[in-house]
């Protein structure tokens, strides 16, 4: 690890290059749930990588896995598009699950009013 931490000081990240992806995903792997978090706040990892490991550590990480969560659902409604839609939504319900009622409340009013004209996905939240 100390290598690939050593790697990551001197890489460059660019807009296809996440250097962090690899000592993440090694992490998280090893189900090193502490570090993978402090390496993937401090280094650039692939969002892919990030929800992989905001799934992984749920049980242990759940508040870092909702910012994780909820930029990625943000991401799929502004694409649009019913398969998108529908990932949300189920994405909306798991993190349903890892929130107080007063937070998710929260969540999905703001939600409703950025997304509300999106009448398909509106439909799916229902």
């Given amino acids: 690890m100390k290598f ?33 978090w402090a390496a993937a706040k401090r280094w650039k990892v692939s969002p892919q990588v990030e929800y ?17 969560y909820a930029e990625r659902v943000d991401r799929l409604a502004n694409s649009g598009g019913n398969q998108a839609y529908a990932e949300a939504a189920a994405l909306i319900g798991r993190m349903a699950m ?16 950025r997304f509300g004209r999106e009448r398909n996905l509106m439909k799916l939240l229902e």
């Fill in 4 to 36: 690939l931490e050593g790697h990551l000081a001197r890489a460059k990240g660019g807009p296809w290059y996440n250097p962090g992806s690899l000592l993440v995903s090694i992490l998280t792997e090893e189900k090193a749930f502490d570090g993978a």
């Fill in 52 to 68: 992989a490991l905001a799934r992984a550590s749920e049980a242990t990480h759940s508040q870092d896995g909702l910012a994780v």
């Fill in 98 to 113: 890892l929130q107080s009622g007063a937070k998710r409340a929260s969540f999905l009013a703001a939600f409703k009013l």
